[in-house]
């Protein structure tokens, strides 16, 4: 009896936690099929006049259209996780599997790099990329990702493989395969559950990253999703909620549909690894 | 124990090194390593002790920017201000939410996976510039806050344009987000065996002598864990306060974060030599609190063995 009611309790705590966690989402798809005047008059979640044209006229955009700022994130976010799943994967096994002189210390020194706040190579990039034309191109958003800079994922993947019996690698190794071929053949196809959760991390944080697109990016047939969403709050100000929210409502929608489908991967990676999202 | 063939062969073959495989395979990882940390690194470490505006070469002005930022800058101290604020304030918080939760989560109730999943969605979407414009609508004047506060008659301030209220609406976006780190506590929850609980009961003792006597000890490590990744993730936050005051930090520099701050001076002014010296301060200031936390843990962190 008054565990019961202690159970319903908790229940009644959880919902209200969610409630309030879930409204500020709930309330901006739902404002963005409101007309202006009503999202400012009423808390409510259904609209009192259906106003799918605010996604209209935000598709249209301020000066370009919107559609190419998502090309634009899409391009960014697969070139990203191209270079992450390879050059990671690489680095990750050369840690786990191989023999080599100072493999320690380079460890220590990837492990060292996941704790560096981003800003203290940031300038220097910038000056090199400056120096090399590219800024104002999509290649410094993604070609780091090819040089393993991503520290997390070669760790994650680097635990994967040394949980994968070593019997595999040594009975390939009897076989006559090179390391190059145990990695290809039976390393990198086992490494899949790993690789995906890279997939999605890399994904979600480059689809959502403003710091570095808002700094390598001028150009507004460049902009991304972020910039897009950006340059609305500039020119229109504060005068066409509807429209903003409507665009701000589609952006989320990626990274929804991925949690949505990986649900599960998603939460065990964080648990697991201590991803943040 | 006889040796046998195969196991000396197993040995022999486990020394050898692998030099050239090796070299192959973290080429791409060792380049990087060099391209776009250690050698930006050091640049990034002279340019500190430097003028530079991008385009005329960098004046060697030894230790003026640091002068600078603590003896002529207040803007500076703003923006550490602000920063402070925001780490003391959100990440204790969220945490303690996030570990609350988790532990009625825990209790094995039905619905579980709905639960985590729906508290941690907000995590998921972070610091993204979608969220961003929500809150910003969210506490606006006339926003979902104040709609909600007028229906039991509080007339609401115009939260993000005050500057006593602006930095508090970063800090609640920030705690919102506690699903992540609830996420891990829930893990590290899951680890501790029930048996403990069970002895406690046996023993009668209350659920709040069970929180502290088993449940806080045994998640120490998860706790310091969270403690410190949410420290150095505060430390860097940016897109939010960039959109809430339209990249000014405003208003009345009340959401000058040390990030925005440094992403003016060296983006914006092109005061590239300041940026550099801020970015190592930032590195010697987070490292010195994350430091400070690991030297406090041998106190509080309990691990086995």
């Known amino acids: ?277 | 124990m006889t040796v046998t063939y195969p196991t000396i062969r197993r040995e022999r073959r486990r020394v050898r090194y692998q030099n050239g495989w090796a070299l192959a395979f973290l080429a791409p990882w060792l380049i990087g390593f060099f391209a776009f940390t250690a050698g930006p690194m050091l640049m990034s470490l002279y340019l500190a002790f430097t003028n530079y505006d991008l385009l005329t070469a960098p004046k060697w002005i030894g230790g003026g920017n640091f002068r600078r930022m603590f003896g002529e800058d207040p803007l500076f101290l703003q923006s550490l201000k602000v920063t402070a604020i925001y780490v003391a304030v959100g990440t204790p918080l969220s945490l303690c939410f996030a570990l609350a939760v988790a532990v009625v989560l825990n209790r094995g109730l039905r619905g579980l996976d709905f639960y985590r999943s729906a508290i941690y969605l907000p995590s998921l979407f972070g610091g993204s510039v979608a969220i961003a414009v929500l809150w910003r609508k969210v506490f606006n004047g006339d926003g979902l806050v104040n709609q909600i506060l007028a229906l039991v008659g509080i007339q609401g301030p115009s939260w993000i344009s005050e500057p006593h209220t602006a930095l508090g609406t970063l800090i609640a976006l920030e705690v919102w987000q506690f699903g992540a780190p609830m996420v891990i506590f829930l893990a590290g929850l899951r680890q501790i065996p029930r048996e403990f609980y069970e002895a406690a009961q046996v023993d009668g003792a209350s659920r709040y002598r069970q929180f502290w006597g088993i449940t806080m000890p045994l998640l120490s490590p998860i706790l310091f864990f969270n403690l410190t990744l949410q420290l150095i993730r505060s430390f860097q936050a940016f897109a939010p306060a960039f959109i809430i005051s339209d990249g000014s930090g405003g208003p009345a520099d009340s959401t000058l974060f040390y990030s925005l701050y440094l992403y003016q001076e060296g983006f914006v002014n092109f005061d590239m030599g300041y940026a550099a010296a801020m970015a190592w301060m930032l590195v010697l200031l987070a490292g010195a609190v994350v430091a400070v936390n690991f030297i406090f843990s041998r106190y509080w962190v309990h691990y086995e063995n």
Not at chain 1, 56 to 77: C, D, P, R, Y
Not at chain 1, 103 to 108: K, T
Not at chain 1, 130 to 149: D, I, K, Q, R, S
Not at chain 1, 152 to 174: C, G, N
């Open chain 1, 1 to 277: 009896m008054r565990t019961e009611r202690k159970r319903l309790l908790a229940h009644f705590a959880l919902v209200v936690v969610t409630l309030v966690m879930l409204y500020p989402l709930v309330w901006m798809v739902a404002s963005s099929f409101k007309p202006t005047d009503e999202i400012f008059s009423q808390p409510g979640l259904i609209p009192k006049h259906f106003e799918p044209s605010n996604y209209a006229e935000g598709w249209k955009g301020v000066s370009t259209a919107f559609s190419i700022f998502i090309e634009n994130s899409l391009f960014i976010s697969v070139a990203a996780i191209i270079g992450n799943v390879i050059s990671c994967s690489l680095a990750a096994y050369a840690f786990a599997r191989l023999n080599f002189i100072g493999r320690r210390i380079a460890y220590a020194t990837m492990l060292v790099t996941l704790m560096l706040p981003t800003h203290v190579t940031l300038v220097p990039q910038y000056i090199l990329f400056n120096e090399l034309g590219w800024v104002n191109t999509f290649y410094p958003l993604f070609v780091p990702h090819f040089f393993a800079v991503d520290a997390f994922f070669v760790l994650l993947m680097v635990q994967f493989i040394r949980s994968l019996p070593r019997e595999l690698d040594e009975a390939a190794r009897l076989d006559g395969c090179s390391p190059w071929k145990t990695y290809r053949y039976i390393v990198f196809p086992l490494l899949r559950p790993a690789l995906v959760t890279t997939i999605i991390f890399t994904f979600i944080w480059t689809y959502n990253d403003f710091f570095k697109q808002l700094i390598y990016l001028n150009d507004v047939q460049l902009f991304t999703v972020p910039l897009g969403l950006r340059q609305f709050l500039d020119s229109t100000g504060d005068s066409s909620w509807g429209p903003m929210l409507a665009m701000s409502t589609l952006a989320l929608v990626p990274p929804l549909v991925l949690f949505v489908t990986f649900q599960r991967q998603i939460v065990d990676g964080v648990a697991t690894s201590g991803l943040k999202g």
